[in-house]
């Protein structure tokens, strides 16, 4: 089993920047690619990012890329989500996500990670 657990959400004005962690524990030695997704309210869970637990290869959905970088702290086991230039349309609750499967080109599908964190809010006022 893997273990994630979200922090760093919270309230931000347009055009300000907000950072997301996602601490992972227990057989992290299983985790192929890290991910994270996000769900608007009324709205499906939508890819955001994602990268080779590596470190090495990452990959964004066409709405944040430039704006959003993902990366990790190798020592921590930690993954961060850096946001810039946040939207009123970036609102909503982002979840950090690890998988099994190798990393790879193109946007994620919910199924392809087995392991989930618990959610952090993030609300982008106008």
């Known amino acids: 089993q893997v273990h994630l657990e979200e922090s760093g959400g919270g309230l931000v004005q347009a055009g300000g920047s907000l950072r997301l962690s996602c601490a992972a524990s227990g057989l992290t030695f299983t985790i192929l690619t890290m991910g994270w997704f996000r769900q608007a309210p009324g709205k499906e869970r939508e890819f955001v990012a994602a990268?080779?637990?590596?470190?090495?290869?990452?990959y964004y959905t066409d709405s944040v890329k430039g704006r959003f970088t993902i990366s990790r702290d190798n020592a921590k086991n930690t993954v961060y989500l850096q946001m810039n230039s946040l939207k009123p349309e970036d609102t909503a609750v982002y979840y950090c996500a690890a998988g099994q499967r190798p990393w790879h080109y193109g946007d994620y599908r919910l199924d392809e990670f087995g392991f989930w964190g618990q959610g952090t809010q993030v609300t982008v006022s106008s």
């Open positions: 990268m080779r637990w590596n470190g090495d290869s990452t």
